[in-house]
Protein backbone atom coordinates (compact mmCIF):
# COMPACT_ATOMS: atom_id res chain seq x y z
CA UNK A 1 0.00 0.00 0.00
CA UNK A 2 1.35 3.25 -0.76
CA UNK A 3 0.05 6.73 -0.45
CA UNK A 4 2.34 9.29 -2.45
CA UNK A 5 2.52 12.69 -2.26
CA UNK A 6 2.54 14.07 -6.21
CA UNK A 7 2.92 17.05 -7.44
CA UNK A 8 0.37 18.81 -9.60
CA UNK A 9 2.62 17.42 -13.15
CA UNK A 10 3.19 14.40 -11.87
CA UNK A 11 -0.47 12.77 -11.99
CA UNK A 12 -2.61 11.79 -14.48
CA UNK A 13 -5.80 13.31 -15.29
CA UNK A 14 -8.50 11.20 -16.71
CA UNK A 15 -11.65 11.72 -18.45
CA UNK A 16 -14.97 9.60 -19.20
CA UNK A 17 -16.88 9.29 -22.39
CA UNK A 18 -20.36 10.77 -22.27
CA UNK A 19 -22.32 7.86 -22.06
CA UNK A 20 -20.11 6.27 -19.19
CA UNK A 21 -20.90 9.63 -17.29
CA UNK A 22 -24.39 9.21 -17.93
CA UNK A 23 -25.20 5.62 -17.78
CA UNK A 24 -22.76 4.66 -14.47
CA UNK A 25 -24.25 7.10 -12.08
CA UNK A 26 -27.72 5.91 -13.54
CA UNK A 27 -27.33 2.36 -12.88
CA UNK A 28 -25.51 3.35 -9.75
CA UNK A 29 -28.67 4.64 -8.79
CA UNK A 30 -31.06 2.18 -9.78
CA UNK A 31 -28.56 -0.96 -8.51
CA UNK A 32 -29.17 0.55 -5.25
CA UNK A 33 -32.90 1.13 -5.64
CA UNK A 34 -32.89 -2.42 -6.73
CA UNK A 35 -30.70 -4.57 -4.87
CA UNK A 36 -31.80 -3.93 -1.12
CA UNK A 37 -35.11 -5.48 -2.63
CA UNK A 38 -33.84 -8.68 -3.40
CA UNK A 39 -30.76 -8.76 -0.64
CA UNK A 40 -31.52 -6.53 2.24
CA UNK A 41 -27.59 -6.56 3.47
CA UNK A 42 -27.28 -4.27 0.17
CA UNK A 43 -28.36 -1.61 1.94
CA UNK A 44 -25.87 -1.64 3.89
CA UNK A 45 -23.53 -0.42 0.49
CA UNK A 46 -23.75 2.93 -1.13
CA UNK A 47 -23.20 2.36 -4.68
CA UNK A 48 -23.89 6.39 -5.35
CA UNK A 49 -21.05 7.36 -3.37
CA UNK A 50 -18.65 4.48 -4.82
CA UNK A 51 -19.14 5.75 -8.17
CA UNK A 52 -18.76 9.45 -6.89
CA UNK A 53 -14.99 8.88 -4.85
CA UNK A 54 -14.45 6.96 -8.28
CA UNK A 55 -15.02 9.94 -10.69
CA UNK A 56 -13.25 12.66 -8.68
CA UNK A 57 -10.36 10.23 -7.97
CA UNK A 58 -9.91 9.60 -11.47
CA UNK A 59 -11.03 13.44 -12.89
CA UNK A 60 -8.87 15.33 -10.11
CA UNK A 61 -11.01 18.01 -10.87
CA UNK A 62 -12.63 19.82 -7.97
CA UNK A 63 -15.29 21.45 -9.86
CA UNK A 64 -16.50 18.53 -11.63
CA UNK A 65 -16.47 16.77 -8.69
CA UNK A 66 -18.48 18.31 -6.78
CA UNK A 67 -21.02 18.38 -9.44
CA UNK A 68 -20.90 15.03 -9.86
CA UNK A 69 -21.12 14.44 -6.72
CA UNK A 70 -23.86 16.93 -6.11
CA UNK A 71 -26.18 15.57 -9.31
CA UNK A 72 -25.71 11.81 -8.47
CA UNK A 73 -26.87 13.09 -4.69
CA UNK A 74 -29.88 14.80 -5.82
CA UNK A 75 -30.67 11.85 -7.88
CA UNK A 76 -31.02 9.48 -5.12
CA UNK A 77 -32.60 11.51 -3.23
CA UNK A 78 -35.37 11.96 -5.89
CA UNK A 79 -36.16 8.27 -5.04
CA UNK A 80 -36.24 8.78 -1.37
CA UNK A 81 -39.40 10.35 0.70
CA UNK A 82 -36.66 12.72 2.42
CA UNK A 83 -36.34 16.43 1.24
CA UNK A 84 -34.31 17.20 -1.69
CA UNK A 85 -30.92 17.77 -0.99
CA UNK A 86 -29.63 15.36 2.13
CA UNK A 87 -27.80 13.40 -0.46
CA UNK A 88 -26.98 15.88 -2.90
CA UNK A 89 -25.35 18.24 -0.02
CA UNK A 90 -23.45 15.02 1.40
CA UNK A 91 -21.61 14.11 -2.18
CA UNK A 92 -21.10 17.30 -3.32
CA UNK A 93 -18.50 17.74 -0.25
CA UNK A 94 -17.14 14.07 -1.05
CA UNK A 95 -17.11 14.59 -4.65
CA UNK A 96 -15.25 18.17 -3.91
CA UNK A 97 -12.77 16.48 -1.19
CA UNK A 98 -12.08 12.86 -3.22
CA UNK A 99 -11.32 14.90 -6.51
CA UNK A 100 -8.71 17.36 -4.44
CA UNK A 101 -7.35 15.08 -2.73
CA UNK A 102 -6.75 13.33 -5.85
CA UNK A 103 -4.73 16.15 -6.73
CA UNK A 104 -2.01 15.18 -4.45
CA UNK A 105 -2.21 11.89 -3.79
CA UNK A 106 -1.97 9.05 -5.63
CA UNK A 107 -4.49 6.85 -5.76
CA UNK A 108 -4.11 4.18 -8.33
CA UNK A 109 -3.65 1.29 -6.29
CA UNK A 110 -5.96 -0.66 -4.21
CA UNK A 111 -4.37 -0.14 -0.92
CA UNK A 112 -4.84 4.00 -0.81
CA UNK A 113 -8.18 3.58 -2.56
CA UNK A 114 -9.48 1.01 0.26
CA UNK A 115 -8.45 3.83 2.82
CA UNK A 116 -9.85 6.75 0.55
CA UNK A 117 -13.28 4.99 0.46
CA UNK A 118 -13.35 4.51 4.11
CA UNK A 119 -12.64 8.09 4.87
CA UNK A 120 -15.03 9.62 2.50
CA UNK A 121 -17.62 6.88 3.73
CA UNK A 122 -17.17 8.40 7.31
CA UNK A 123 -17.03 12.12 5.61
CA UNK A 124 -20.37 11.31 3.66
CA UNK A 125 -22.35 9.86 6.88
CA UNK A 126 -21.15 12.64 9.32
CA UNK A 127 -22.44 15.75 6.45
CA UNK A 128 -25.70 13.49 5.95
CA UNK A 129 -25.75 13.14 10.16
CA UNK A 130 -25.73 17.05 10.52
CA UNK A 131 -27.87 18.26 7.76
CA UNK A 132 -30.09 15.58 8.38
CA UNK A 133 -30.52 16.16 12.40
CA UNK A 134 -29.85 20.11 12.23
CA UNK A 135 -31.68 21.39 9.44
CA UNK A 136 -34.36 18.58 9.00
CA UNK A 137 -34.86 17.66 12.01
CA UNK A 138 -34.92 13.80 11.48
CA UNK A 139 -34.72 11.46 14.72
CA UNK A 140 -31.36 9.87 13.50
CA UNK A 141 -28.78 7.71 16.15
CA UNK A 142 -24.98 7.72 15.54
CA UNK A 143 -23.05 4.65 15.81
CA UNK A 144 -19.31 4.46 15.19
CA UNK A 145 -19.20 0.56 15.11
CA UNK A 146 -21.88 0.87 12.48
CA UNK A 147 -20.32 3.64 10.69
CA UNK A 148 -17.01 2.04 10.43
CA UNK A 149 -18.28 -1.63 9.57
CA UNK A 150 -20.13 -0.23 6.63
CA UNK A 151 -16.92 1.70 5.74
CA UNK A 152 -14.88 -1.13 5.43
CA UNK A 153 -17.77 -2.83 3.53
CA UNK A 154 -17.83 -0.19 0.95
CA UNK A 155 -14.38 0.04 0.98
CA UNK A 156 -13.62 -3.20 -0.13
CA UNK A 157 -16.60 -3.17 -2.99
CA UNK A 158 -15.20 0.19 -3.58
CA UNK A 159 -11.85 -1.50 -4.92
CA UNK A 160 -13.93 -3.28 -7.40
CA UNK A 161 -16.10 -0.56 -8.69
CA UNK A 162 -13.05 1.54 -9.12
CA UNK A 163 -10.86 -1.54 -11.04
CA UNK A 164 -14.30 -1.39 -13.28
CA UNK A 165 -13.95 2.39 -13.84
CA UNK A 166 -10.48 1.86 -14.88
CA UNK A 167 -11.54 0.31 -17.77
CA UNK A 168 -13.49 3.23 -19.05
CA UNK A 169 -11.79 5.97 -17.97
CA UNK A 170 -9.76 7.16 -20.57
CA UNK A 171 -6.41 9.05 -20.55
CA UNK A 172 -6.43 13.58 -21.53
CA UNK B 1 -9.08 40.29 -6.78
CA UNK B 2 -9.50 38.51 -10.48
CA UNK B 3 -6.78 36.45 -8.60
CA UNK B 4 -8.39 35.57 -5.43
CA UNK B 5 -11.30 35.04 -7.58
CA UNK B 6 -9.30 32.88 -9.74
CA UNK B 7 -7.17 31.09 -7.07
CA UNK B 8 -10.22 29.78 -5.11
CA UNK B 9 -12.52 29.30 -7.86
CA UNK B 10 -13.18 25.54 -6.62
CA UNK B 11 -13.79 26.81 -3.23
CA UNK B 12 -16.18 29.18 -4.31
CA UNK B 13 -17.91 27.50 -6.61
CA UNK B 14 -18.29 24.60 -3.81
CA UNK B 15 -19.75 27.31 -1.31
CA UNK B 16 -22.09 28.30 -4.21
CA UNK B 17 -23.53 24.95 -5.21
CA UNK B 18 -23.58 23.55 -1.47
CA UNK B 19 -25.58 27.11 -0.99
CA UNK B 20 -27.88 26.54 -3.65
CA UNK B 21 -28.65 22.78 -2.31
CA UNK B 22 -28.96 24.05 1.32
CA UNK B 23 -31.30 27.01 0.24
CA UNK B 24 -33.53 24.63 -1.61
CA UNK B 25 -33.33 22.18 1.24
CA UNK B 26 -34.53 24.89 3.48
CA UNK B 27 -37.42 25.54 1.13
CA UNK B 28 -38.91 22.09 0.83
CA UNK B 29 -38.98 21.24 4.59
CA UNK B 30 -40.46 24.18 5.21
CA UNK B 31 -43.00 24.03 2.51
CA UNK B 32 -43.96 20.30 3.06
CA UNK B 33 -47.96 19.68 3.22
CA UNK B 34 -49.89 17.14 2.36
CA UNK B 35 -51.38 19.14 -0.68
CA UNK B 36 -48.04 20.11 -2.10
CA UNK B 37 -47.85 19.03 -5.57
CA UNK B 38 -44.91 16.56 -6.35
CA UNK B 39 -41.77 18.20 -7.67
CA UNK B 40 -40.68 17.95 -10.98
CA UNK B 41 -37.38 16.51 -9.99
CA UNK B 42 -38.74 13.47 -8.49
CA UNK B 43 -41.12 12.46 -11.66
CA UNK B 44 -37.85 12.64 -13.22
CA UNK B 45 -35.77 10.88 -11.11
CA UNK B 46 -39.15 8.24 -10.74
CA UNK B 47 -39.53 8.41 -14.35
CA UNK B 48 -36.20 7.63 -15.39
CA UNK B 49 -35.61 4.65 -12.95
CA UNK B 50 -39.32 2.96 -12.95
CA UNK B 51 -39.04 1.53 -16.48
CA UNK B 52 -35.51 -0.63 -15.94
CA UNK B 53 -37.26 -1.44 -12.47
CA UNK B 54 -40.37 -2.86 -14.36
CA UNK B 55 -38.25 -4.49 -16.97
CA UNK B 56 -36.48 -6.44 -14.57
CA UNK B 57 -39.08 -7.43 -12.50
CA UNK B 58 -41.15 -8.50 -15.71
CA UNK B 59 -38.06 -10.55 -16.62
CA UNK B 60 -37.60 -12.14 -13.20
CA UNK B 61 -41.15 -12.97 -12.98
CA UNK B 62 -41.57 -14.58 -16.21
CA UNK B 63 -38.16 -16.73 -15.70
CA UNK B 64 -39.93 -17.70 -12.42
CA UNK B 65 -43.07 -18.37 -13.73
CA UNK B 66 -42.15 -20.57 -16.59
CA UNK B 67 -39.68 -22.42 -14.48
CA UNK B 68 -42.15 -23.09 -11.83
CA UNK B 69 -45.55 -23.53 -14.11
CA UNK B 70 -44.29 -25.48 -17.14
CA UNK B 71 -41.27 -27.69 -15.69
CA UNK B 72 -40.47 -27.35 -11.55
CA UNK B 73 -44.04 -29.37 -10.73
CA UNK B 74 -42.46 -31.79 -8.39
CA UNK B 75 -44.48 -32.81 -5.87
CA UNK B 76 -47.75 -30.55 -7.27
CA UNK B 77 -49.85 -33.69 -6.85
CA UNK B 78 -49.74 -34.32 -3.45
CA UNK B 79 -49.88 -30.97 -2.25
CA UNK B 80 -53.03 -30.69 -4.36
CA UNK B 81 -54.60 -33.29 -2.42
CA UNK B 82 -53.17 -31.52 0.57
CA UNK B 83 -54.79 -28.42 -0.05
CA UNK B 84 -58.25 -30.11 -1.33
CA UNK B 85 -58.13 -31.91 2.45
CA UNK B 86 -57.75 -28.04 3.61
CA UNK B 87 -60.09 -26.62 1.52
CA UNK B 88 -62.49 -29.10 3.03
CA UNK B 89 -61.47 -28.50 6.62
CA UNK B 90 -62.09 -24.68 5.60
CA UNK B 91 -65.20 -24.80 4.15
CA UNK B 92 -66.49 -26.67 8.07
CA UNK B 93 -64.95 -23.76 9.76
CA UNK B 94 -66.23 -20.82 7.31
CA UNK B 95 -70.10 -22.08 8.05
CA UNK B 96 -69.26 -21.91 11.45
CA UNK B 97 -67.49 -18.11 11.46
CA UNK B 98 -69.81 -17.31 9.67
CA UNK B 99 -72.13 -17.99 12.39
CA UNK B 100 -70.21 -16.21 14.48
CA UNK B 101 -70.13 -13.40 12.30
CA UNK B 102 -74.08 -13.11 11.81
CA UNK B 103 -74.12 -12.54 15.43
CA UNK B 104 -72.06 -10.20 15.67
CA UNK B 105 -73.71 -8.39 12.83
CA UNK B 106 -77.13 -8.34 14.78
CA UNK B 107 -75.68 -7.17 17.71
CA UNK B 108 -73.81 -4.62 16.06
CA UNK B 109 -77.26 -3.72 14.68
CA UNK B 110 -78.99 -3.58 17.76
CA UNK B 111 -75.99 -1.29 19.32
CA UNK B 112 -76.39 1.03 16.02
CA UNK B 113 -72.56 0.07 15.32
CA UNK B 114 -71.72 0.98 12.29
CA UNK B 115 -68.46 -0.79 10.59
CA UNK B 116 -65.40 -0.34 7.93
CA UNK B 117 -64.39 -2.99 5.64
CA UNK B 118 -62.41 -3.30 2.69
CA UNK B 119 -64.24 -3.46 -0.62
CA UNK B 120 -61.90 -2.70 -3.26
CA UNK B 121 -58.29 -3.37 -3.39
CA UNK B 122 -55.80 -3.06 -6.46
CA UNK B 123 -53.25 -5.41 -6.66
CA UNK B 124 -49.62 -4.00 -7.38
CA UNK B 125 -45.96 -5.26 -7.96
CA UNK B 126 -43.15 -3.63 -5.69
CA UNK B 127 -40.54 -2.76 -8.18
CA UNK B 128 -38.20 -1.12 -6.08
CA UNK B 129 -36.55 0.75 -2.92
CA UNK B 130 -35.04 3.83 -1.90
CA UNK B 131 -31.88 2.18 -1.58
CA UNK B 132 -31.66 4.38 1.71
CA UNK B 133 -31.55 2.79 5.49
CA UNK B 134 -32.97 5.88 6.80
CA UNK B 135 -35.93 6.09 4.00
CA UNK B 136 -38.09 3.08 4.40
CA UNK B 137 -39.86 3.12 1.10
CA UNK B 138 -40.58 1.29 -1.81
CA UNK B 139 -42.33 1.87 -5.38
CA UNK B 140 -44.93 0.19 -6.52
CA UNK B 141 -46.31 -0.31 -10.55
CA UNK B 142 -49.70 1.11 -10.27
CA UNK B 143 -50.22 5.03 -10.17
CA UNK B 144 -52.56 7.41 -10.82
CA UNK B 145 -53.97 5.57 -14.13
CA UNK B 146 -54.86 2.74 -11.71
CA UNK B 147 -56.83 4.85 -9.34
CA UNK B 148 -54.68 5.10 -7.03
CA UNK B 149 -54.41 8.09 -4.56
CA UNK B 150 -52.09 9.50 -1.24
CA UNK B 151 -52.83 8.20 1.84
CA UNK B 152 -54.47 4.53 0.41
CA UNK B 153 -53.32 1.87 2.64
CA UNK B 154 -51.18 -0.77 1.63
CA UNK B 155 -51.36 -4.55 2.89
CA UNK B 156 -50.46 -7.92 2.32
CA UNK B 157 -52.05 -10.96 3.15
CA UNK B 158 -50.17 -11.32 6.53
CA UNK B 159 -50.67 -7.63 7.45
CA UNK B 160 -50.60 -3.93 6.79
CA UNK B 161 -47.55 -2.61 4.83
CA UNK B 162 -47.65 1.39 4.97
CA UNK B 163 -49.45 4.12 3.27
CA UNK B 164 -49.35 5.45 -0.61
CA UNK B 165 -47.35 8.84 -0.17
CA UNK B 166 -46.91 10.32 -3.77
CA UNK B 167 -48.62 8.97 -6.35
CA UNK B 168 -47.05 8.98 -10.28
CA UNK B 169 -49.02 8.54 -13.36
CA UNK B 170 -47.90 4.54 -13.73
CA UNK B 171 -46.22 4.27 -10.41
CA UNK B 172 -46.96 5.01 -6.72
CA UNK B 173 -43.84 5.69 -3.33
CA UNK B 174 -45.26 3.51 -0.54
CA UNK B 175 -44.07 4.69 3.21
CA UNK B 176 -43.46 1.51 4.96
CA UNK B 177 -44.38 1.59 8.64
CA UNK B 178 -41.16 0.95 9.85
CA UNK B 179 -39.85 4.28 8.54
CA UNK B 180 -39.34 6.75 11.19
CA UNK B 181 -42.10 9.31 9.72
CA UNK B 182 -44.45 6.89 9.79
CA UNK B 183 -47.26 6.48 12.56
CA UNK B 184 -50.23 4.14 12.94
CA UNK B 185 -53.14 3.89 15.39
CA UNK B 186 -52.71 0.23 17.10
CA UNK B 187 -54.35 -1.54 19.73
CA UNK B 188 -53.44 -4.59 21.31
CA UNK B 189 -55.48 -7.97 21.18
CA UNK B 190 -56.39 -9.26 23.79
CA UNK B 191 -55.52 -6.26 26.55
CA UNK B 192 -57.21 -3.81 23.87
CA UNK B 193 -54.84 -1.53 25.21
CA UNK B 194 -54.17 1.61 22.63
CA UNK B 195 -51.15 3.40 21.15
CA UNK B 196 -49.38 4.78 18.57
CA UNK B 197 -47.36 2.67 16.26
CA UNK B 198 -43.69 4.44 14.90
CA UNK B 199 -40.70 3.42 13.37
CA UNK B 200 -37.35 4.05 14.56
CA UNK B 201 -34.49 5.16 12.56
CA UNK B 202 -33.19 1.19 12.67
CA UNK B 203 -36.29 0.45 11.00
CA UNK B 204 -37.81 -1.34 14.07
CA UNK B 205 -41.35 -0.64 15.40
CA UNK B 206 -42.27 0.61 18.55
CA UNK B 207 -45.63 0.99 20.21
CA UNK B 208 -46.02 4.11 22.36
CA UNK B 209 -47.80 5.75 24.30
CA UNK B 210 -48.84 2.80 26.71
CA UNK B 211 -48.56 3.39 30.50
CA UNK B 212 -45.48 1.75 32.00
CA UNK B 213 -47.96 0.47 34.53
CA UNK B 214 -50.00 -2.01 32.63
CA UNK B 215 -49.03 -5.39 32.05
CA UNK B 216 -48.49 -6.27 27.89
CA UNK B 217 -47.39 -9.96 27.63
CA UNK B 218 -44.46 -10.71 24.55
CA UNK B 219 -46.68 -12.50 21.43
CA UNK B 220 -49.59 -10.66 22.28
CA UNK B 221 -50.74 -9.75 18.38
CA UNK B 222 -51.57 -6.17 17.75
CA UNK B 223 -53.63 -4.38 15.30
CA UNK B 224 -54.86 -1.67 13.71
CA UNK B 225 -57.10 0.33 15.72
CA UNK B 226 -58.69 2.46 12.99
CA UNK B 227 -57.99 5.46 14.77
CA UNK B 228 -55.74 7.21 11.65
CA UNK B 229 -58.29 7.19 9.43
CA UNK B 230 -55.84 5.29 7.19
CA UNK B 231 -55.61 1.64 8.20
CA UNK B 232 -59.42 -0.29 8.61
CA UNK B 233 -59.74 -1.75 12.01
CA UNK B 234 -58.67 -4.69 13.25
CA UNK B 235 -55.72 -5.54 10.44
CA UNK B 236 -53.06 -7.27 11.82
CA UNK B 237 -49.63 -5.35 12.33
CA UNK B 238 -47.34 -7.96 14.21
CA UNK B 239 -47.06 -9.26 17.77
CA UNK B 240 -45.07 -8.05 20.59
CA UNK B 241 -41.18 -9.08 20.83
CA UNK B 242 -39.71 -6.90 23.50
CA UNK B 243 -41.13 -4.60 26.38
CA UNK B 244 -39.21 -2.23 27.70
CA UNK B 245 -39.57 1.19 29.93
CA UNK B 246 -39.50 3.87 27.68
CA UNK B 247 -39.14 7.81 28.56
CA UNK B 248 -41.65 9.19 30.75
CA UNK B 249 -44.64 7.31 31.93
CA UNK B 250 -44.91 5.23 29.15
CA UNK B 251 -43.42 2.08 27.65
CA UNK B 252 -41.87 0.86 24.78
CA UNK B 253 -43.01 -2.06 23.09
CA UNK B 254 -41.65 -3.37 19.96
CA UNK B 255 -43.60 -5.17 17.40
CA UNK B 256 -42.50 -7.95 15.65
CA UNK B 257 -44.45 -6.90 11.89
CA UNK B 258 -46.42 -9.59 10.34
CA UNK B 259 -45.51 -8.61 6.72
CA UNK B 260 -41.94 -9.18 5.79
CA UNK B 261 -41.32 -5.60 5.29
CA UNK B 262 -37.67 -6.33 3.64
CA UNK B 263 -39.22 -8.42 1.50
CA UNK B 264 -41.95 -7.41 -0.44
CA UNK B 265 -42.99 -8.77 -3.45
CA UNK B 266 -46.88 -8.30 -3.77
CA UNK B 267 -49.06 -5.97 -2.30
CA UNK B 268 -52.46 -5.00 -2.37
CA UNK B 269 -53.40 -0.98 -2.26
CA UNK B 270 -56.67 -0.89 -0.61
CA UNK B 271 -58.37 1.60 -3.21
CA UNK B 272 -62.32 1.77 -1.13
CA UNK B 273 -62.89 1.37 2.22
CA UNK B 274 -66.70 0.83 2.83
CA UNK B 275 -68.77 1.84 6.39
CA UNK B 276 -71.92 0.07 7.07
CA UNK B 277 -74.19 -0.47 9.48
CA UNK B 278 -75.83 -3.73 9.67
CA UNK B 279 -79.25 -4.17 8.52
CA UNK B 280 -82.06 -4.66 10.90
CA UNK B 281 -82.90 -7.70 8.42
CA UNK B 282 -80.62 -9.46 9.65
CA UNK B 283 -81.72 -9.20 13.08
CA UNK B 284 -83.31 -12.11 15.14
CA UNK B 285 -86.91 -10.43 14.57
CA UNK B 286 -86.49 -11.08 11.09
CA UNK B 287 -85.86 -14.81 11.60
CA UNK B 288 -87.76 -15.36 14.38
CA UNK B 289 -90.38 -15.42 11.22
CA UNK B 290 -88.43 -17.23 9.06
CA UNK B 291 -88.06 -20.34 11.89
CA UNK B 292 -92.08 -20.04 11.97
CA UNK B 293 -92.57 -20.37 8.85
CA UNK B 294 -90.12 -22.70 8.40
CA UNK B 295 -91.52 -24.81 11.38
CA UNK B 296 -95.28 -24.17 11.10
CA UNK B 297 -97.31 -26.71 8.58
CA UNK B 298 -97.29 -24.26 5.30
CA UNK B 299 -100.62 -22.70 4.11
CA UNK B 300 -102.18 -24.88 1.20
CA UNK B 301 -102.12 -22.28 -1.69
CA UNK B 302 -103.90 -22.35 -5.22
CA UNK B 303 -102.32 -25.26 -7.85
CA UNK B 304 -100.56 -23.11 -9.80
CA UNK B 305 -99.06 -21.38 -6.89
CA UNK B 306 -98.02 -24.86 -6.20
CA UNK B 307 -96.57 -25.85 -9.81
CA UNK B 308 -94.70 -22.80 -10.38
CA UNK B 309 -92.76 -23.37 -6.96
CA UNK B 310 -92.23 -26.44 -7.43
CA UNK B 311 -90.92 -25.87 -11.07
CA UNK B 312 -89.13 -22.73 -9.48
CA UNK B 313 -87.40 -25.07 -7.08
CA UNK B 314 -86.56 -27.45 -9.97
CA UNK B 315 -85.30 -25.08 -12.04
CA UNK B 316 -82.89 -22.72 -9.53
CA UNK B 317 -81.21 -25.68 -8.30
CA UNK B 318 -81.20 -28.75 -10.05
CA UNK B 319 -79.77 -31.41 -8.66
CA UNK B 320 -79.28 -28.80 -5.48
CA UNK B 321 -78.95 -29.89 -1.75
CA UNK B 322 -82.77 -29.47 -1.65
CA UNK B 323 -83.46 -32.98 -3.20
CA UNK B 324 -81.29 -34.27 0.00
CA UNK B 325 -83.23 -32.58 2.61
CA UNK B 326 -83.09 -33.72 6.08
CA UNK B 327 -86.72 -35.15 5.27
CA UNK B 328 -86.21 -36.92 2.13
CA UNK B 329 -82.84 -38.71 3.18
CA UNK B 330 -83.22 -39.07 6.80
CA UNK B 331 -80.13 -37.36 8.00
CA UNK B 332 -79.45 -34.34 10.21
CA UNK B 333 -79.92 -31.03 7.91
CA UNK B 334 -76.79 -29.19 9.18
CA UNK B 335 -74.69 -32.32 7.83
CA UNK B 336 -75.60 -31.16 4.24
CA UNK B 337 -75.60 -27.78 4.61
CA UNK B 338 -71.88 -27.60 6.19
CA UNK B 339 -70.26 -29.51 2.82
CA UNK B 340 -68.49 -28.31 0.46
CA UNK B 341 -70.75 -29.65 -1.99
CA UNK B 342 -73.33 -27.99 -0.72
CA UNK B 343 -71.43 -24.56 -0.83
CA UNK B 344 -70.73 -24.62 -4.56
CA UNK B 345 -74.22 -25.46 -5.75
CA UNK B 346 -75.82 -22.86 -3.40
CA UNK B 347 -73.58 -20.32 -4.69
CA UNK B 348 -76.08 -19.06 -7.47
CA UNK B 349 -79.04 -18.24 -5.18
CA UNK B 350 -76.87 -16.12 -3.27
CA UNK B 351 -78.99 -12.65 -1.77
CA UNK B 352 -78.06 -9.64 -0.44
CA UNK B 353 -78.51 -11.36 2.91
CA UNK B 354 -76.61 -14.32 2.03
CA UNK B 355 -73.08 -14.31 3.18
CA UNK B 356 -72.05 -16.95 0.28
CA UNK B 357 -71.27 -19.72 2.35
CA UNK B 358 -73.58 -22.28 0.85
CA UNK B 359 -75.17 -23.61 4.16
CA UNK B 360 -78.12 -21.93 3.87
CA UNK B 361 -79.60 -23.51 0.03
CA UNK B 362 -79.96 -27.10 2.27
CA UNK B 363 -83.00 -25.41 3.68
CA UNK B 364 -84.75 -22.81 1.03
CA UNK B 365 -86.09 -25.40 -1.39
CA UNK B 366 -87.89 -28.15 0.60
CA UNK B 367 -91.29 -27.08 0.62
CA UNK B 368 -93.26 -26.50 -2.65
CA UNK B 369 -96.30 -25.91 -0.91
CA UNK B 370 -94.92 -23.03 1.69
CA UNK B 371 -95.18 -19.03 0.27
CA UNK B 372 -91.61 -19.61 1.26
CA UNK B 373 -90.76 -21.41 -1.61
CA UNK B 374 -92.22 -19.68 -4.36
CA UNK B 375 -90.20 -17.09 -6.06
CA UNK B 376 -92.80 -15.27 -7.58
CA UNK B 377 -94.82 -15.19 -4.31
CA UNK B 378 -95.35 -11.58 -2.54
CA UNK B 379 -92.70 -9.56 -1.45
CA UNK B 380 -92.77 -10.99 1.98
CA UNK B 381 -93.08 -14.50 0.79
CA UNK B 382 -89.97 -13.70 -1.12
CA UNK B 383 -87.92 -11.94 2.08
CA UNK B 384 -88.71 -14.92 3.99
CA UNK B 385 -87.13 -16.79 1.35
CA UNK B 386 -83.83 -14.47 1.29
CA UNK B 387 -83.48 -14.39 5.04
CA UNK B 388 -84.26 -18.21 4.96
CA UNK B 389 -80.72 -18.43 3.28
CA UNK B 390 -78.67 -16.95 6.41
CA UNK B 391 -77.35 -19.73 8.28
CA UNK B 392 -79.34 -18.97 11.76
CA UNK B 393 -82.07 -21.23 11.25
CA UNK B 394 -80.32 -24.10 10.33
CA UNK B 395 -80.51 -24.97 13.97
CA UNK B 396 -83.66 -23.86 14.18
CA UNK B 397 -85.28 -26.49 11.32
CA UNK B 398 -83.25 -28.91 13.09
CA UNK B 399 -86.53 -30.29 15.07
CA UNK B 400 -85.91 -34.39 16.25
CA UNK B 401 -89.43 -34.73 16.41
CA UNK B 402 -91.16 -34.88 13.12
CA UNK B 403 -94.60 -33.02 12.40
CA UNK B 404 -96.96 -35.94 11.28
CA UNK B 405 -99.50 -33.68 9.80
CA UNK B 406 -97.07 -31.67 8.19
CA UNK B 407 -97.79 -31.80 4.04
CA UNK B 408 -94.45 -31.84 3.31
CA UNK B 409 -92.64 -34.07 5.39
CA UNK B 410 -92.79 -37.57 4.02
CA UNK B 411 -92.67 -40.53 6.43
Known amino acids: MAITYTSGEQVEVYRFSIPATVLIPLAAVFLQAFLPLRFPFFLIFDLPLLVTIGFATARRNPLAGLLTGGLIGIMQDALTHQPIGLYGISKTVVGFGASSLGIKLDVENAGARFLITIFFFVVHEVVYFMIARGLVGMHMAWSWPHELLSGVANAVLGVLVFMLLDRVKQRT | ?411
Open chain 2, 1 to 411: MESVLGRYRNLIVLVGVLFAQVLGLAIQVKRTTPSEPTRLIRIWAVGAVAPLEKALVWTQSSTSNIWHNYFYLRGVRAENRALKAQIERMSLERVRISQDADQARRLQALLGFKEQFISLTLAAQVIGGSGSELSRSVFIDKGSRDGVKPDMAVITADGIVGKVLHVYHATSEVLLINDQSSGVGAILDQTRLQGILNGTPAGELVLGRVMSDETVPAGEMVLTSGGDGIFPKGLPIGKVSKVTPGSDLFLNIHVRPAADLSRLEEVLVVTKIDERQAEPAQTGAARAIDILAARLPGVPSKPENTEKAASAATATAPGSVGAKTPAATGAPKTTHAATPDADAQSKPKATPHDNGNGAPAARSVPNPESPAGDSSGPPSAKKATASSLSPKPVKATVDPKPQPDSPDTPH
